[in-house]
């Protein structure tokens, strides 16, 4: 009886050695296992033995022989799976190697570098981000800016009027906004002061592209409202920013000049290490009657705004000759930066 069970163990075994397929080794698990099987018929025979101990050495052999034929059973199958996936990866494989050449990796367009360094230096500054709609009503984008209807800094703006009535507005007095200074009365209009903001965000004017405008383009207005706030805050700020976000050998200064909706106005350039002078942006006291139309009291509070082009700080930053070269999509230009 032991021989019989030991001669079916090994022709199990080799069986199972045999099998080439997974389908293979599912089907000897029934045939091998399965109450019909060769092992499992010697069970049968146990009854016949004449002594208690050949029934039970008999009844162990038959289990090892079980427990043998099912553990190689299944370290066949792992073998003959992973050999499967294999072949199933070699066949899917695919020849990248073109792309593996030059690895690349896309990145910010240059307009949104310079937008997301000008939001760091501000928040390292103290400021939070502040944002508006773009298209916005002609009280918010020129009135409550101190720029009635007929005042003659309109016509400075080249206006995109839209055939839409905002709540409360006329069919022709929404606009896509001139400049982000609507954002200034937005906030004020939102909270009290204490109010240090700056507003990034596009703006829409009608000017022929050339190497110096575009229609649409991108600016950054700063907004301070507190108690005491005087030009020497505003030069300060200036300068901080300069040196924060040119280095340390660059410096600022403010020149005299005129905006509706501060007063005193200035513009304030930046001076290179060679020692030229870069005109970069308009600034000033926020005129009392803007404070006003923000519900602000002048008598009670005080404060600066200035404002500049994203785009052209990035053409100066990187000496781009055509601003329009920013807007093409040409890679080209665009894996420069």
Same mark, same amino acid.
């Given at each position: ?7 079916? !163990?090994? *022709? *199990? ?6 099998? &080439? ?7 000897? &698990? ?17 009854? @016949? ?9 008999? @009844? ?14 299944? *370290? ?5 799976? #992973? ?7 070699? *066949? ?13 990796? @896309? ?9 997301? !360094? ?14 508006? /709609? ?19 800094? !309109? ?11 905002? /709540? ?11 400049? #982000?200074?609507?954002?200034?009365? !937005? ?14 965000? %596009? ?5 022929? /592209?050339?190497?110096?405008?575009? /229609? ?9 409202? &507190? ?9 300060? #700020? ?14 600022? %200064?403010l020149r005299p000049s005129y905006f509706p909706f501060t007063e005193p106005s200035a513009e304030f350039d930046i001076q290179r290490p060679d020692g030229s002078w870069l005109e970069l942006g308009g600034c000033g006291m926020v005129h009392p009657n803007v404070l006003r139309h923000g519900g602000i &009291?002048?008598?009670?509070w005080s404060g600066f705004a200035f404002g500049f082009g994203i785009d052209r700080m990035a053409v100066m930053r990187h000496d781009v000759a055509d601003i329009r070269d920013m807007f093409v999509n040409d890679i080209r230009f665009a894996e420069q930066f």
């Amino acid at each position: 009886m032991i021989a019989d069970i030991s001669a079916a !163990r090994g *022709a *199990a075994l080799a069986q199972i050695e045999a099998a &080439d397929s997974l389908e293979s080794i599912a089907a000897l &698990d029934t045939q091998l296992l399965g109450k019909k099987g060769s092992i499992a018929q010697l069970k049968t025979k146990l009854g @016949g033995l004449a002594t208690v101990d050949e029934k039970k050495a008999a @009844g162990q052999a038959v289990n090892e022989a079980m427990q043998a034929v099912s553990s190689a059973l299944a *370290a066949r199958r792992v073998e003959l799976g #992973t050999a499967a996936t294999a072949a199933r990866v070699e *066949a899917e494989r695919l020849d990248l190697t073109e792309f593996a050449v030059k690895p690349e990796r @896309g990145h910010a367009h240059l307009v949104t570098q310079s937008w997301e !360094r000008l939001e760091d230096v501000f928040i390292g500054l103290g400021f939070q981000v502040a944002e508006g /709609p773009e298209v916005e009503t002609d009280w918010h984008n020129f009135e409550a800016l101190n720029m009635p209807i007929g005042h003659p800094a !309109r016509g400075e703006w080249d206006t995109l009027f839209l055939d839409h009535a905002a /709540p409360g507005e006329d069919v022709g007095r929404t606009v896509l906004r001139t400049h #982000t200074s609507p954002v200034q009365i !937005r906030t004020m209009l939102s909270g009290m002061p204490p109010i240090y903001i700056v507003a990034p965000g %596009r703006v829409f004017r009608r000017d022929t /592209p050339d190497a110096t405008h575009m /229609p649409v383009f991108h600016q950054i207005e700063g907004l301070v409202v &507190d108690r005491d706030i005087t030009m020497a805050d505003l030069a300060g #700020t200036i300068e901080a920013f300069t040196k924060a976000f040119f280095g340390a050998d660059f410096s600022s %200064r403010l020149r005299p000049s005129y905006f509706p909706f501060t007063e005193p106005s200035a513009e304030f350039d930046i001076q290179r290490p060679d020692g030229s002078w870069l005109e970069l942006g308009g600034c000033g006291m926020v005129h009392p009657n803007v404070l006003r139309h923000g519900g602000i &009291d002048p008598e009670e509070w005080s404060g600066f705004a200035f404002g500049f082009g994203i785009d052209r700080m990035a053409v100066m930053r990187h000496d781009v000759a055509d601003i329009r070269d920013m807007f093409v999509n040409d890679i080209r230009f665009a894996e420069q930066f």
